[in-house]
């Protein structure tokens, strides 16, 4: 079953990882049909410090439709 909410990686390990100078990616899964990438980015943390939105272009366009 997949764990919905969990967050990666925990705690523990990203402070080794981060200790040691590697920029680190954290990630979870969600449902995918419940929120759109900016509802979540939203909920998420959008007002705090440093937070971003990633997102996919294609065919050489300089934005997407969700920059934040």
Excluded: C, H, N
Excluded at 12 to 21: D, I, L, P, T, Y
Excluded at 40 to 62: D, N, P, T, W, Y
């Amino acid at each position: 079953m997949i764990d919905f909410g969990a967050i990666t990686p925990d705690r523990a390990a990203f402070a080794v990882a981060m200790g040691s100078g590697k920029a680190q990616l954290v990630w979870t899964r969600i449902v995918a049909d419940a929120e759109t990438p900016v509802s979540a980015m939203l909920k998420l943390g959008a007002a705090e410090s440093g937070s971003f939105l990633l997102e996919s272009v294609e065919g050489g366009q300089v934005r997407g439709r969700y920059s934040l």
